[in-house]
């Protein structure tokens, strides 16, 4: 990381906040530190954190509203809930609020510092993946390459997706062509069509025709009822 991750303790407990920013400090990590939940969403007013370590019990507003509030201002925050009086019902409810993880006082710090590195990791995945999608112009893809072969393949499909034109897609069997044709789609003005694949080779030559462009019924022997061909279905998509 070219820039060290900032994280915000919120512990009434002092004893609690100075023995977690020492150890946070010690690993290189800006930390700041507040003492009630209304002083320390004041400070994220004021500078923004990547990972904020809030204790449950709390006077006034408790942690568990306090985690609400993050992540209503922003989504992006991770939290790490802990507490030495909670209960199963407080940790499902913090989980189901956005927290990253729930800890149990007294604090093991070996396992602070893995929680820690796990959540920060999470929060810079989301960023790169902020980064590369402001790059592509907002397109969307479900292919995760970042290396500048695919990073020149994201811009071919930025530019031809928009347009009506016929795309062909090579490539040897197993490099990824049909998640290039559903990027193509998926960044199309037909994204809420349908997506239709049709694998050609598996479809014997005397019936690619019907498959294809489908048949009415009574159009041959054994047609006993309509099939809509691939390319009807496909209509619109």
């Known amino acids: 990381m070219t820039r060290r991750s900032s994280i915000l303790i919120v512990d009434d407990e002092r004893s609690i906040r100075d023995t977690l920013a020492l150890i946070l400090s010690s690993e290189g990590y800006p930390v700041r530190t507040a003492g009630s939940a209304e002083d320390g969403l004041a400070r994220l007013e004021e500078q923004r954190a990547d990972l904020v370590i809030l204790d449950v019990r ?9 985690l609400k509030e993050i992540k209503t201002r922003d989504a992006e ?5 802990i507490s030495g009086h909670a209960t199963l ?9 956005g927290a990253f993880d729930f800890l149990q006082k007294p604090l093991d710090r070996d396992r602070v510092l893995i929680t ?20 592509r112009g907002g397109a969307r893809f479900e292919m995760i390459g970042q290396s500048p072969v695919m990073e020149r393949i994201y811009k071919e499909i930025a530019k031809v997706a928009p347009s009506k034109a016929r795309v062909l897609v090579t490539g040897e069997s197993g490099t990824g062509k049909e998640l290039i044709a559903r990027s193509v789609h998926d960044n199309s003005p037909r ?13 014997p030559k005397d019936l690619i025709e019907s498959e294809l462009f489908g048949y009415e019924r009574g159009a041959f022997s054994g047609a ?5 061909g691939q390319f009807e279905l496909a209509h619109q998509g």
């Open 89 to 97: 019902s407080d940790a499902v409810t913090a989980t189901r609020s």
């Open 116 to 135: 820690v590195r796990n959540a920060l990791e999470r929060t810079e995945l989301g960023h790169e993946m902020a980064r590369l999608k402001s790059q």
């Open 191 to 203: 994204r809420d069509g349908p997506f239709v694949k049709v694998n050609c080779a598996a479809i």
């Open 224 to 228: 006993l009822n309509r099939k809509r």
């Open 77 to 81: 925050t991770e939290v790490l809930m």
């Open 58 to 66: 709390l006077p006034g507003m408790d942690g568990l509203e306090a």
